[in-house]
């Protein structure tokens, strides 16, 4: 698997999650995976420029209603920006883990329709 900032708990996630797929669905799965994915070093870069842009990180997870308080609270005084700052790792994988349960939806609903 060729997913940038992968760490071995990811990795031994996706095996997990995805044992018993053939070629086709393994190669489909990383596609969809690999493009909804937020690698963790990039996270960082976000949450830094969250000082900047108030609640990108949050919008980025696809947590819209965070990400509006953020940014009219200019992240809750800068304090849920420094939180979100030191949790970066653990925001990516908690996104990541929704982002595989997805994944493995759309690659099974795509093997049923053929």
């Keep these: ?6 760490t071995p708990q990811e990795f031994s996630y996706l095996q997990a ?4 797929f053939n070629e086709q669905q393994l190669h489909g799965f990383l596609m969809i995976y690999g493009g909804r994915r937020r ?11 969250g000082f900047f842009v108030p609640g990108l990180p949050r919008f ?9 308080l953020y940014f009219f ?20 994988a908690e996104y990541n883990q929704r982002m595989v349960f997805e994944s493995l939806q759309m690659v099974k609903m795509g093997s049923i329709q053929q």
């Design 17 to 20: 999650a995805t044992t018993g």
């Design 73 to 92: 609270t200019y992240g809750l005084c800068g304090i849920g920006t420094i939180i979100d700052l030191v949790n970066h790792k653990s925001l990516a």
């Design 39 to 49: 690698n963790p070093d990039d996270m960082l870069l976000y949450c830094i420029l």
């Design 1 to 6: 698997m060729s997913l940038p900032g992968i």
């Design 60 to 68: 980025l997870l696809n947590q819209v209603g965070m990400g509006v």
